[in-house]
Nanobody
Framework: QVQFVESGGGLVQPGGSLSLSCAVS????????MGWYRQAPGKERELVAT???????SYLDSVKGRFTISRDSAWNTGYLQMNHVNPGDAAVYYC???????????WGQGTQVTVSS
């Protein structure tokens, strides 16, 4: 099992930046990849960015060039740097990890990102 505690959300103006963090605990050695998801009111949870064990990254098309996912070498902490934020980025952001080929079933509390001028 791997557990997640997200932080760093808040109110940001359109065009602004925000940096999210994810504290990870549990079977860190078994993590293959980490991802950031988001869920806006009335919408499905969507995968925003992933980073693998060999630091390959992938992004949702709408955030490419604006968001950057990173991690520390031991998987203790994951990060999502959000630049040029727009109202479409407003959501609760969650992190998760792939262990044994599957995303973890238990989610953290998430961190709220609100975009408003």
């Amino acid at each position: 099992q791997v557990q997640f505690v997200e932080s760093g959300g808040g109110l940001v103006q359109p065009g602004g930046s925000l940096s999210l963090s994810c504290a990870v605990s549990g079977r860190l050695f078994a993590i293959f990849a980490m991802g950031w998801y988001r869920q806006a009111p009335g919408k499905e949870r969507e995968l925003v960015a992933t980073i693998t064990r060999d630091d390959r990254t992938s992004y949702l098309d709408s955030v490419k060039g604006r968001f950057t996912i990173s991690r520390d070498s031991a998987w203790n902490t994951g990060y999502l740097q959000m630049n040029h934020v727009n109202p479409g980025d407003a959501a609760v952001y969650y992190c998760n990890a792939i262990v044994n080929g599957a995303w973890q079933p238990h989610w953290g509390q998430g961190t709220q990102v609100t975009v408003s001028s």
